[in-house]
């Protein structure tokens, strides 16, 4: 059972433009959302996370934006650039140390 | 923020060979690290957790016998792949985390592993 859905699985933005990425989740447990980059043949790397006592956490060009009720969360790119383009993971825990549930990834390219 | 090291970086190894990969956290001690494996365009999959001076716990449908976890010092976690085959070619990556570091996992650069 895919416990975090995520999409789209790709997605082709023009540089400058906003990219966005969504994903919900089914156990209501889940109290940490981080996203992940991946560049190919490296590991990820952590961009932004938010526990769900917010609903929004901006840091630079990054935005997730949370709905408890929803169970959903997405991120947001703004200005998007060619240097992002990468795949993004959302993914979930119970407490931020414990195991993490990864949603299935987005392959996003900036075209520039 | 945090380090998390990985060695090798990649290896090629003949069916039937066993493979050891290690872990390292290099700036923080790792209470707990994780250990995944990933195919090419796929997710991450979760093989199992280790705590450190105590047996790794894994997830469902990995053999614990063939996936050696042993996780000896807060900074130090190795997989060996035992009696490796084809089907077992991946990208294995580990992370770790540490109540200093608020949870947050870290990850590693990954091994590629091929089995020919």
């Known amino acids: 059972q895919q416990q975090v859905k995520q999409s789209p699985q790709s997605l082709i933005v023009q540089k400058g433009g906003i990219s966005i990425i969504n994903c919900a989740y089914e156990?209501?447990?889940?109290?940490?959302f981080p996203w992940y980059q991946q560049f190919p043949g490296k590991g990820p790397a952590l961009l932004i996370a938010?526990?769900?006592?917010?609903s929004e956490k901006k840091e630079g060009r990054f935005t997730i934006s949370f709905n408890k009720s929803a169970k959903q969360f997405s991120l947001h790119i703004m200005d998007s650039q060619p240097g992002d383009s990468a795949t993004y993971f959302c993914?979930?825990?119970?407490?931020?140390?414990?195991?993490?549930?990864f949603g299935g990834g987005t392959r996003l390219m900036v075209k520039p | 923020g945090a380090v998390v090291s990985q060695h090798p970086s990649w290896v090629i190894c003949k069916s039937g060979t066993s493979v050891k990969i290690e872990c390292r956290s290099l700036?923080?001690?790792?209470?707990?690290m994780f250990w995944y494996r990933q195919f090419p365009k796929q997710s991450l999959m979760l093989m199992a957790t280790?705590?450190?001076?105590?047996?790794?716990?894994?997830e469902q449908g990995v053999e614990k016998d063939k996936f050696l976890i042993n996780h000896a010092s807060l900074t130090l976690s190795t997989l060996t792949v035992t009696s490796a085959h084809p089907e077992d070619s991946s990208f294995y990556i580990c992370?770790?985390?540490?109540?200093?570091?608020?949870?947050?996992?870290?990850f590693g650069p990954g091994t590629r592993l091929l089995v020919l």
């Open positions: 992370s770790a985390s540490s109540r200093g570091s608020g949870g947050t996992q870290y």
């Open positions: 156990n209501t447990a889940f109290d940490y």
């Open positions: 938010i526990r769900p006592d917010v």
């Open positions: 993914a979930a825990s119970k407490g931020a140390g414990n195991m993490l549930t």
């Open positions: 700036d923080f001690q790792a209470t707990t």
């Open positions: 280790s705590n450190e001076g105590s047996k790794a716990t894994y």
